[in-house]
Structures are given as structure tokens and as C-alpha cells.
């Protein structure tokens, strides 16, 4: 016995196209998601890594500021001589090369051996010693 049931059917096929699209569509939406959480997640590691950088050049930053510091505290004071002065900056322009340049630390350098220098020159007598340099 062959039933013939056109409208039951064609409800069938209709429901099997619908089904069709959904299954299309959701694949589409999750193919879409998951390049967009892969996206997501190259740019977490690249802001990761600039979060490293950022964290090590305020580490340098602070590092730098604790010897200018020092060293200003130690003018003030009157403690500050040229040696320890050249070490500092000496130490400075190895340790941080690239903020050295970067930041033009040489500037900060003259500020604080200018003076060092003036008042080495205001204490030398050229034509009293023999062959003396400028004193220390």
C-alpha cells in the first residue's frame, strides 16, 4: 500500500532546508568566532609583550632617577667630588646605553658637573704649582 502524502512531504523537505541553513549558518558564525578569539588572542600576547617592555623601561627609569637622586642629594650636601660624579654617569651611560641617548641624560650630567667644575677652577692658582692640573 503506497500513500502519497505530497503535502507531508513538501513540509519535510521544508523543514530539512531550515535545518540546512541553521547547520550553514551557526558553521559560518563559528568559524567566524573562533578566528576572532584567535585574533583576540595574538594581540593579548602582543600587549602582553609591550606590557614586559614597558614594566623593564620603568624599572631602567626608576633605576636612572635613584642615581640623579643620589647624586643631587649628595651636591646639596656638599658631598658630591668629581670621581664620584664620573662614576655615576659612567655607570649610567653602561648600564642604560639606549636611555642614555634616548633620554639625552649627557644634559643631566652637565648640570651637575658644571658646578663641580666652577668651583674646582675658583680654587686653582695655574701659575703656583708644578705642573699641577686642576685639583680633584
Known sequence: AN???PELVHNLNLLV???EQDIIQSD???IYHKDRVSVLESEGEKLSALVEREKEQIDS???IIAVIDRLEQKFVDGTLDMELALKAFRKLKEEFKK???EFELQYVASTIVVP???SSLTE???L???NESIPH
Open 99 to 101: 636611555e642614555f641617548r
Open 28 to 30: 559560518r558564525k563559528l
Open 17 to 19: 532546508d531550515l535545518c
Open 116 to 118: 663641580l667644575v666652577k
Open 3 to 5: 500513500f502519497e502524502l
Open 61 to 63: 627609569l626608576e633605576q
Open 128 to 130: 703656583a704649582g708644578k
Open 124 to 126: 686653582w692658582v695655574p
